[in-house]
Each structure stands twice: as structure tokens, then as C-alpha cells.
């Protein structure tokens, strides 16, 4: 294929890429059409959930103080009603809605709208459904009413209630009345589409407020489909969004002509514009593969990515050359690396020190150039490596230019290019010249050692040569020495004849005692048989033998077994001598003790370990004659009262003057009991005096080991450990018990008392806070509503908009501090709590509340015991956390499934949200603490400490596991028996 330009490829991509699009112009045209249209149903669908969404804000805004002033323990006493009603006119003051108090019975206290005392009908029914006080009642929670014709104003009304609940019962009901004219007044104020038809609905279908085009008539300007409904999230009451006719077709036909013009316009351009652009992408491209030259930066991305990458390569490459460079240099070896040409391309520190390199620069010099008096050998070597083969000489001589020889041991590998050809070799070598001298100086040695040996045997051969010439010289001695010989081996001990040599003949029994065979033994000598270390002291027991001192002798020594071990044996030796009185050999009885000598160390190992027991133990040992009364002691009996176990005597006498006068009729009682066979067992705590004077707690254990003929004791051995620590804590443990049930009850009231002043704190702090909140919200939305279209700038919108939204989220810290107060107080109850259906319950509501669409999995069956509503709250947190943090996930998944915390079963929510740092994770549960910016994910940091003291409070635990953008999962550990339950 004819290689051709960059631009001539991207002149055909362009004119490929306008004949589709002038092929489909058409067909782009309807599609935007059509996205008109669904653009514009969007639009009307967001305006009728965004007023939806006001309204709930207008509510909410209500709810909030309503539940305030419903909290208030001023509604608990009749004689402080009227410091109530002056808080509803504030309210009233704030909102501009009138305030109604009434009983469970729904019999209205008192109502903004009259004074105070003004006596008042029941709150009415509605005609239709039931009004917002029967809902309340029923559900406990606020509730918004549909339309009801008010009994003191006369007129058209909607009602918002927040019921006063106390444990858990409905005990009063704040309202605010809301006339239809002030709603359809706060509609009218709302921005939006004049051209747009809005209606707001009650539950049975009345009207609340209506905004609409004039002329505007439903049936004959809308068509079927245009017509939008939204839900309040906090009220019964739905929003309708009406489209006209006119307002769907005419922008639509304006904005297809405009496309069809646009598209016919961006192909001119197009084409106009491919050239110049085709020629600066090839400048562009053509600058990637020249790094050193200066040219602008690509404007392309991709290409600027492919330079990034190229350069970051580039980098990576100089980096890791410089590691293996650094790798080389400090090589144990001397190493070094070549071209196909034998030029430098590595070499370490070694390979200069070995060869007197020096620091000359060597890299890209030719190997031959710097030895040029290498041998050709060595050239053929390389030759060698350099097709491939790996070479490889354990010893090989090097002649060096001064005449000197080195022995190195070397290895020739050959190094692969890219494309699997060998682009060089590898040369290791280490210079072995030292040792090699070392080993020839000891083959040296071994051989002078052999010949030495060989020497000795070559007089041995001689001189059983001239035994054997005596022997047949002698024949009465051959018969003497074959009845001795008989006898010789016969014996079941070792037998040996020891010339002055030191030359052996032994029998059967010595041969098996060292595991040898007689010709393994024959002509060997006892001192080959014996350690190195024996050899003098056995020698020097025979020197008196020779000089004539002693004619016998007795001692034990060492002979090594064939398998390397070591034979203890007991030798007894004599010297035979000539006539003439010159010593001629020894004769010896060898008797293995290695069995003993294993008993023995066996034996002091024993006694050792007992001793090291005893002390680590502080026991004390006795051993006590009951004839005599004198006792044998260990030397721990004795240190432990305090005695020099070099000076210390026991007597029985003098244990009984050493007791405690307090324990001693008990402890003798004891003792001749035992002696006299009354008591099976003799074990006894005691006090004995130390040598200093003072008294120590001993535990002292007995048992008789010898009887007379007639049955009486004899000898009694026994232990005497010290417990003077045990005592001195048992005393303590029993004056920390003696005062712990007092500083229990001590502490418990502190900390009720604490309670207690936690919790009027905090409905002070709530209650001060919030009635400047309630008036900073209600004056700013007064302002607004009054003064909005006079107000200038940032003054109209932005500002009230920050004063309303500072207003809120202190109302929402305020909440989360009584929250917070609130999870640590109040009695816990123990219920059987069912979190698959409190999951499933709450996931639904935040699905309708928000219109997102989440996936979540709840796994069935998952049950704890504890307090539903604070568990609620906790399972609520944990849900509400994982709903927010997959706000930004493509495909958010949310999974409530059993675990376990530290042995504890519970359960666990999980998402693929979010997430965050574990390093970070210790600040979690601290109140106020977040670990993402308010613009990311709002919030006051208040809920997950709220979570952790619930879980505690029901003695469990909660961990978290998360990892940056790929979710978290929070898991809660309940115990099954809960030990609050029955406090």
C-alpha cells in the first residue's frame, strides 16, 4: 500500500464524515424536533416538582417551629399557657400566620387570632377526608390539612399541626392556620412561565390556588399529555403544570429551521477549514518524534498525550538505567556489560578494582583497546557468547600484562535485543586466587600427612615381621599365647594389648563396644580412638606405669564411637616388662559406663531443673526426720525467711518457736492430725517469723514417706511456698470490695445528676437558639414577600437567599444537638426489632421523596433486639448517608445484609458511593466532623455520632470499611442477650 500524508487521511475523514451528515440533516432534524418536545415536557415536570418544592419549604419552615413551640414544657402546665401564647405571637409575628393550641380532644386553649382567655369552639371537621388535627392524633407526627372553612374567621383555610407527644402519647396539638387567598397570593410571587397554567390541589380535589394565562381554558388549549402533576412531600396536596398548545408547536418549528441552516453552514465550514487544520495537526505529529526540538505545544490532546507519555517514558527509561547502572556498580562481583563490537556499556565498581581500572572512562571504549594483551582464547570466548552460548569455567589461569597470574572463576551469558537477536554479553568474574592457594596448601598437608602415616604403617609391617620371626622361633610361646589368645577373646569386657607405641590389638567385646570390626582396629592406635583434648590426661596416668612408680592403674576415659559419638568406659591398665625389665606393653580391661554416665548427667539435669522450679516457684523444700526432729532444707527454704542457706539448720523445735502465736494451736492441731492418721492430707497457711524479725505468709504442703514396723511415722517431706503477696492482695481485693458498693452508688448519682442537667442544657440551648432563628427567617421572608420587587442586586435574591439558608442550617445543628443529647437519654426498651422491614420502608420513601432511581438489595430475615425507635434512627442515618453519597454514582447500588462486629451478629449497609480515606476514618464519629466539602454532600456531621452512642448505649459496636470512589459499608453489633434489658 502507497504510504501517503497525514493530511491527505484527514481530508478523507473529513469529506467521509460530510456526506452521512448531509444525508441525515433530515433525519436530525425531526430528532431535534422530538428533543424539543421532551425538553420542553422536562422543563414543565421540573417547574411543577420545583413549586411542589417551594410549598414543602413554606411548610417545613412551619413544621419546624411549630415542633419547637409543641416541645415546649410550657404547654405541660396549664398556669403557664399564657407565656405560651406570647411565644405563638412571635411565631405569629415571624410567618404571619395565627397560632391555634389545642387538647387531644381537638377543644382549641387558645387561637393568635383572638386574645388570650377568649373562650373557643372545637377545631372543625372536614367535609371531605379528614384535616390535618385527626392525622396528627392518629400518627403522632405533624400533618398538613386539606381546605376547611375556618369557625372564628369565617373563610376558606388550610391547617399545618405538630402534635405535643409525650411518652410516646399525643397530649396537645399546636396548629397554624393559613388562608387560600395568602397561598394564592405566595403562588402568584413565584417565578416561572406566565404563559403556564399552575394549580395547587388538595387531596379531594379542591382548589387551593390557581395561575393561568388570561382566557386560558384547559379543555380547549391543552392537549392530552401536557398536562404535569407533581407531589408535596409533606403535605396531601399535588401541583398541576398545564402546557398550551401555542407554546409547544411554534418554538418547535422555529428551531428545526435554524438546525437545517446550521447544519448547511457547518458543511461549508468544514471544508473550508479541513486543510489548514490538516496541516497543523501533521506539524504537530511530525514534532512527537524529534524530543530536542522546540515547537509550540500540540494543541490536539490526544497528541499531547502521546508527548506526555513519550516524555514520561522517556524519563522511566533514564531512571531505570540509572538503577541498573547503580545495580551494577555495587555488584559483589566484577561484572560488566558488552556490545556485539565488545564496547562498554556497564561496568561496576568491582570490575575496576579487580582489573586496576581505575576511574578511567571506560563506556563505549572497546574491551581490546583496554587489554590489548588479552589472549586470543579469551576472543574466541567472547566469540562464543556472542552467538548465543552460555560459557561458564569454574577455575581458569588469566596471565596479566605484568606477568603475574590470576585464577578466576568466570561466566560468559549473552544479552537479547527487542527483536530477540543478541545484542551483547554479560561478563562475570570473581577472582579466586586466595582460596585456591589456601586449598593447594591443604592438599599439600593431607599428602604430607599420608605419607607420614604410610611411614608408621611400613614400621608396623616390619615389626610384625620380626613378630611373626619370634613366633616360629618360639613354638612353646605360640601355645602360651593361643591359651591366652582363647581366654582374650572370650572375655565379655574390652581387652587390649597397647604397644609403647600406642599400637592396639583388642577382642570382640572392644570392637563392639566402638562399633568397628578387628580389621577396622587392626594397627590402629588408642590415641586415634580417643578425643584430642583425653589424649594428655591419659597419658599422663600411664607415666607412672613407665618410670616404674606403679606397676597398675585405674581411670575412666573417652573413646569415639565409629558413628561419631562418644563411649565413657572404665580402664584398667598394667605394663608388662622383659626379663630384663624393660617395658614391653600394656595390657587393659576396657569396661563401657556410658550408661551410667547418661544416668549421672540425667540425674544432675534433674536436679537442676528442680532447682530452677523451686526458685522461679519460691518454694522451699524440707525434708524432716519425726525421731530425730532435725530437717533437711533446700537452700530456698532458707533464703525466702530471710537465712543464709550456708549457716541455716532446721529443727522441728525450731519451726514451732517461729509460728505465729495466732496460728500455731491451729497449724500443730493440723500436723498431729495428719501424723496420728486423722486427716487424709496435711496443708496448711501460716505466718513464720523471717530472720529480720518480721512475719511472712507461707503455704506449707506435707506428705509421710517412711513408717516403723510397728506404723509409726518416720519421715515426712514436704513444700513451704511463699504467698506473703497473695495474702497482701487478698487484703487489698477485700477493702476495694468493702468501699466499691458505696462508690458505685456515688458515681451513679453523679452521673444522673449530670444527665439530668444535659438534657435542661439542651432544651435551654434549643429553645434560646431557635426563637431568634424563627424571627431571622420570618423577618427575612416577610421582606421578601413585601419588599421583594423593590429591593435591588444581589439585595432582591442572593442575600435573603443566604439569610434563609444560614437560618436553616443552624435550625439543623440545633436538631442535631438535641438529637445527639437525646441518643444517651431516656429509658431503653427491649423489642424484637425487624430491620429488612425498616429498610425497606425507609429506601421507599427516600425513592419517592427524591425521584432518583437507586438499586438496593435487602436481605430477608435480618432481626436484633434493642429500642426500635432509637434503632430506627440508627438503620435511618446509615440509609439517608448511603442515599446521599451515591448521588454522583452512574449506577448506585445500596445493600442492607447481616454481619458482624467483634463477635457480635447485626447488620451491615453497604454502597458503591463516594467513600473516603480510612486514614482519615477516626474522625467519623466525632459530632461536627465531615470528611467531604458542603458543596460535594451537605451536611452538619451530626448523625454518624448520634449512630455510635445509640450502638453503645445497647453495649455494641460499629465499624466502617470505605475506599476513594469506591463506596463504604458501615456494620452494627448488637449482642443477643442485652444486659441493659435487665438493669
Known amino acids: 500500500m502507497t504510504p501517503r500524508p497525514l493530511s491527505f487521511h484527514l481530508m478523507r475523514l473529513v469529506w467521509l464524515g460530510l456526506l452521512p451528515l448531509l444525508v441525515l440533516s433530515a433525519g436530525l432534524a425531526a430528532f431535534h424536533v422530538m428533543t424539543g418536545l421532551q425538553e420542553t415536557k422536562s422543563l414543565a415536570e421540573q417547574q411543577a416538582r420545583g413549586h411542589a418544592a417551594q410549598i414543602d419549604a413554606f411548610l417545613e419552615a412551619r413544621i419546624l417551629s411549630l415542633g419547637v413551640l409543641a416541645a415546649s414544657p410550657l404547654a405541660d402546665d396549664p398556669a403557664r399557657w399564657q407565656e405560651l401564647y406570647a411565644e405563638a405571637l412571635t411565631y405569629q409575628r415571624s410567618f404571619g400566620s395565627h397560632v391555634i393550641f389545642a387538647d387531644a380532644r381537638r377543644q382549641m386553649l387558645f387561637n393568635t387570632r383572638v386574645p388570650f382567655g377568649t373562650p373557643l369552639p372545637v377545631l372543625p371537621a372536614g367535609s371531605k377526608g379528614r384535616t390535618a388535627a385527626e392525622q396528627a392524633l392518629e400518627t403522632g407526627r405533624p400533618a398538613v390539612g ?9 373563610q376558606p383555610l388550610v391547617a399545618i399541626v405538630a402534635p405535643g407527644l409525650r411518652e410516646g402519647t399525643v397530649r396537645h396539638l399546636l396548629l397554624v392556620t393559613t388562608t387560600t387567598a395568602e397561598l394564592q397570593q405566595r403562588l402568584d410571587t413565584l417565578p416561572g412561565n406566565p404563559e403556564l397554567a399552575i394549580t395547587v390541589w388538595d387531596s379531594v380535589g379542591g382548589v387551593i390556588a390557581r395561575s393561568a394565562p388570561p382566557g386560558f381554558d384547559s379543555t380547549r388549549d391543552v392537549d392530552d399529555g401536557w398536562t404535569f402533576v407533581a407531589a408535596s412531600r409533606l403535605s396531601p396536596w399535588t401541583v398541576s403544570v398545564e402546557v398550551p398548545r401555542s407554546q409547544v408547536r411554534q418554538p418547535l418549528h422555529a428551531s428545526a429551521a435554524l438546525l437545517l441552516t446550521g447544519i448547511a453552514l457547518a458543511t461549508v465550514a468544514g471544508l473550508l477549514g479541513a ?8 506539524r504537530q505529529a511530525e514534532s512527537l518524534a524529534d524530543p530536542g ?3 509550540e505545544a500540540p494543541e490536539v490532546v490526544e497528541l499531547a498525550t502521546v508527548r506526555s507519555r513519550l516524555d514520561a517514558q522517556r524519563a522511566a527509561l533514564g531512571e531505570t538505567e540509572e538503577r541498573l547502572q547503580l545495580l551494577i556498580d555495587h555488584a559483589p562481583g566484577a561484572l560488566a556489560m558488552f556490545d556485539r563490537d565488545m564496547r562498554y556499556l556497564a561496568v561496576s565498581r568491582r570490575w575496576r578494582e579487580d582489573y586496576a581500572l581505575g576511574e578511567r572512562p571506560l563506556l563505549g571504549c572497546s574491551h581490546y583497546e583496554v587489554f590489548p594483551e588479552i589472549q586470543e582464547r579469551w576472543k574466541e570466548v567472547h566469540r562464543r557468547g556472542l552467538a548465543g552460548e552460555v560459557i561458564v569455567a569454574e577455575e581458569d589461569r588469566f596471565e596479566r600484562q ?3 597470574a590470576q585464577w578466576l572463576r568466570w561466566e560468559v551469558h549473552p544479552w537479547h535485543a527487542a527483536n530477540g537477536e543478541v545484542g551483547g554479553v554479560m561478563i562475570f568474574t570473581e577472582d579466586i586466587t586466595a582460596s585456591r592457594t589456601v586449598r593447594i596448601a591443604l592438599a599439600k598437608a593431607l599428602e604430607e600427612q599420608k605419607a607420614a602415616r604410610l611411614a608408621a604403617l611400613n614400621q608396623m609391617e616390619d615389626a610384625n ?10 613354638a612353646a610361646l605360640a ?7 582363647g581366654v582374650f577373646e572370650a572375655a565379655n569386657v574390652g581387652k587390649s594389648v597397647t604397644q609403647l607405641s600406642g599400637e592396639m590389638e583388642v577382642n570382640q567385646s572392644f570392637c563392639d563396644m566402638l562399633g568397628y570390626s578387628p580389621e577396622e582396629l587392626r594397627g590402629t592406635t588408642w590415641q586415634a580412638l580417643t578425643p584430642e583434648e583425653d589424649i594428655g590426661g591419659a597419658q599422663a596416668r600411664m607415666a607412672p606405669l613407665l618410670s616404674g612408680q606403679a ?4 581411670f575412666e576415659k573417652r573413646y569415639l564411637h565409629k558413628d561419631g559419638s562418644t563411649v565413657w568406659a572404665d580402664v584398667s591398665i598394667a605394663l608388662q616388662r622383659d626379663d630384663k625389665g624393660q617395658p614391653q606393653h600394656f595390657i587393659s580391661t576396657v569396661v563401657n559406663i556410658s550408661e551410667r554416665k547418661r544416668t549421672e548427667q540425667a540425674l544432675r539435669d534433674s536436679e537442676e531443673r528442680l532447682r530452677l522450679a523451686l526458685a522461679a516457684g519460691r518454694q522451699g523444700l524440707y525434708d524432716l526426720n519425726l525421731e530425730t526432729g532435725e530437717a533437711l532444707v533446700s537452700p530456698e527454704y532458707a533464703t525466702m525467711l530471710g537465712h543464709d542457706p550456708r549457716t541455716f539448720r532446721e529443727t522441728h523445735e525450731g519451726w514451732r518457736e517461729r509460728l ?3 496460728d500455731r494451736a491451729r497449724v500443730l492441731k493440723a500436723l498431729n492430725g495428719y501424723l496420728a492418721g486423722e486427716l487424709a492430707s496435711y496443708r496448711e497457711e501460716f505466718r513464720l517469723r523471717t530472720r529480720e524479725g518480721g512475719w511472712k505468709w507461707l503455704l506449707s504442703l506435707g506428705e509421710i514417706e517412711a513408717w516403723s514396723a510397728d506404723g509409726r511415722p518416720l519421715r515426712m517431706l514436704g513444700t513451704h511456698t511463699d504467698i506473703d503477696a497473695l495474702k497482701a492482695a487478698e487484703a487489698a481485693l477485700r477493702e476495694v470490695n468493702a468501699t466499691l458498693e458505696a462508690r458505685v452508688a456515688e458515681r451513679t448519682a453523679e452521673l444522673s445528676a449530670a444527665n439530668r442537667e444535659l438534657e435542661t442544657f439542651a432544651y435551654a440551648v434549643s429553645h434560646d437558639l431557635r426563637a431568634p432563628l424563627r424571627a431571622l427567617s420570618g423577618f427575612s421572608q416577610a421582606l421578601r414577600e413585601e419588599y421583594g420587587e423593590q429591593l435591588q442586586g444581589q439585595a432582591g435574591g442572593a442575600y435573603l437567599d443566604r439569610i434563609n439558608q444560614a437560618a436553616t442550617k443552624m435550625g439543623e445543628l440545633i436538631a442535631g444537638i438535641l438529637a445527639l443529647s437525646r441518643s444517651t437519654q431516656g429509658e431503653l426498651r427491649h423489642d424484637r426489632v425487624d430491620i429488612s422491614a425498616l429498610a425497606r420502608q425507609r429506601l421507599s420513601e427516600l425513592a419517592e421523596e427524591t425521584g432518583r432511581r437507586v438499586r438496593w438489595e435487602v436481605q430477608d430475615g435480618l432481626a436484633v433486639d434493642g429500642d426500635e425507635r432509637m434503632l430506627s434512627s440508627v438503620l435511618t442515618n446509615l440509609i439517608d448517608n448511603a442515599w446521599k453519597y451515591t448521588g454522583s454514582t452512574e449506577s448506585p447500588l445500596i445493600r442492607v445484609h447481616s454481619g458482624e462486629v467483634g463477635g457480635l451478629r447485626g447488620f451491615c449497609v453497604t454502597d458503591n458511593g463516594a467513600g473516603f480515606d480510612m486514614k482519615h476514618a477516626q474522625r467519623l464519629f466525632k459530632p461536627f466532623q465531615r470528611l467531604h466539602r458542603d458543596d460535594q454532600f451537605p451536611g452538619i456531621g451530626i448523625g454518624l455520632a448520634t449512630v455510635q452512642r445509640i450502638v453503645q448505649r445497647h453495649g455494641g459496636d460499629i465499624t466502617a470499611c470505605a475506599a476513594p470512589g469506591e463506596g463504604a459499608s458501615f456494620c452494627v453489633g448488637l449482642p443477643a442477650a442485652n444486659p441493659w434489658a435487665q438493669a
Open 146 to 154: 386539606d381546605i376547611v372553612q375556618g369557625p372564628v374567621v369565617n
Open 275 to 282: 486543510r489548514r487544520l490538516a496541516r497543523r495537526i501533521e
Open 293 to 295: 526540538q522546540r515547537r
Open 402 to 404: 605484568d606477568g603475574s
Open 465 to 474: 615381621a620380626s613378630r611373626r620371626e619370634a613366633e616360629a622361633a618360639n
Open 479 to 485: 601355645a602360651s599365647e593361643a591359651r591366652y589368645r
Open 551 to 554: 606397676s597398675a592403674a585405674r
Open 660 to 662: 505465729h502465736p495466732d
